[in-house]
């Protein structure tokens, strides 16, 4: 294999000075007509491949944004990171997607590595354990990627003190859980379990803040409230209906369910069905994301919608923006209720519950 071609092989084939090839690459230094013609021909020959690291430490390296989540399987994950892929290109941008799997240490050499790289955005994605640990965290990946020029970007994860100079994105996440949980009061249901919800993750907490505010406005006493399952996802799903069912014979008090998300919501479904009960005729069930999962099952599930793709194209908008990164930045998008047919209204509630549509 033979010797790597360099900026200054380039500048002697086109007949230029190294200072010229490098501002033809970078494209940042208004340069002659002729000048980028000799550069770009003499690139093209040698098929030179521009350092990007010393590029990126001379501040000239393809502008990039970062995003880093708890993993690229999970459908929110994708359409965030789908969002600011495609916001990205559109200006000029490339998309650096990174998976953490809610390791500190990881999420650390990720930020460090992407302020390095001169990143214009490192974007953290998704919810946490909002503790003292978390907010210096945050607090330090602000104030280091500030002063290297670059954007700490928190995309449905919780604002740390207003004094740290970071963009938050959030969606209405208790307003969310409030309105799906009056959807199946509104139907009749007064006893309804909360399934998979995660204690001390911001997500599980808001969630469980807007269930148990809604049980109130109805007039449901606290101590109606089923609370079971730790953790996300169908596993945990799974497991907690099991677990609610085995303890009663199969014959629970609790007529309704709200999933802590959709694959919780899929999984509960399997465990009734393991059970004989029906959805909706038996148990009524309703999730949370909208994921692809929600419209795959029979029944179709009722969910809350997350504007995750949009989440994505807002922080990606709203950081090169040109707004001052030396103070924080918030922006709340709204959720809204999807309706399919896995609720059934009891006596005495709304027809309109087993109805198709969207509530917005």
């Known amino acids: 294999m033979g010797e790597r071609v360099t900026i200054r092989d380039v500048a002697a084939r086109a007949g230029v000075s190294v200072a010229t090839v490098s501002r033809v690459l970078a494209g940042n230094y208004p340069t002659s007509t002729a000048s980028r013609a000799k550069v770009l021909r003499a690139v093209k020959d040698l098929d030179y491949v521009a350092n990007a690291h010393a590029r990126a430490l001379a ?8 995003v880093l989540m708890y993993d690229v399987v999970g459908a929110f994950y994708a359409q965030v990171a789908q969002g600011v892929e495609m916001e990205a290109a559109q ?14 240490a990881r999420e650390l050499a990720l930020v460090q590595m992407m302020r390095e790289q001169a990143a214009e955005a490192v974007v953290l994605v998704g919810g946490v354990t909002q503790d003292d640990e978390y907010r210096q965290r945050m607090a330090r990946y602000a104030e280091v990627l ?12 919780p604002a740390p003190a207003p004094d740290v100079p970071a963009l938050v994105v959030e969606y209405d996440n208790e307003a969310g ?3 799906v949980t009056s959807h199946l009061l509104g139907a009749g249901h007064r006893r309804i379990a909360l399934l998979g919800y995660q204690p001390g993750n911001t997500t599980g907490e808001d969630r469980l803040a807007g269930y ?14 089923v609370l079971h399952g730790v953790g996300f996802g169908q596993n945990h799903g799974y497991r907690a209906m099991r677990d609610l069912l085995d303890a009663a014979d199969g014959k629970p008090e609790f007529t309704a369910v709200f999933a802590g998300d959709d694959r919780a919501a899929a999984a509960a479904v399997i465990a009734l069905r393991e059970y004989g009960l029906r959805v909706p005729e038996d148990m009524s069930v309703v999730g949370y994301n909208d994921d692809p999962v929600a419209g795959d099952i029979t029944p179709g599930l009722t969910t809350v919608h997350i504007p995750a793709e949009e989440m994505g194209r807002t922080a990606v908008r709203r950081a090169l923006s040109g707004a001052s990164g030396t103070g924080q930045e918030r922006h709340v998008l709204g959720t809204h209720i999807v309706i399919r047919d896995s609720v059934r209204p009891l006596r005495g509630g709304s027809a309109a519950a087993g109805a198709g549509g969207a509530l917005d």
């Open 91 to 104: 200006h000029g941008r490339l998309t650096l997607v990174s998976s953490t799997g809610s390791d500190p």
């Open 212 to 225: 148990l505010r809604a049980l109130a406005d109805h007039g449901v006493p606290r101590a109606d409230a």
């Open 59 to 66: 501040g000239a390296g393809r502008k990039t944004i970062a």
């Open 177 to 179: 859980a409030h309105a």
């Open 146 to 157: 500030a002063a290297a020029g670059s954007r700490l970007v928190l995309c449905g994860r």
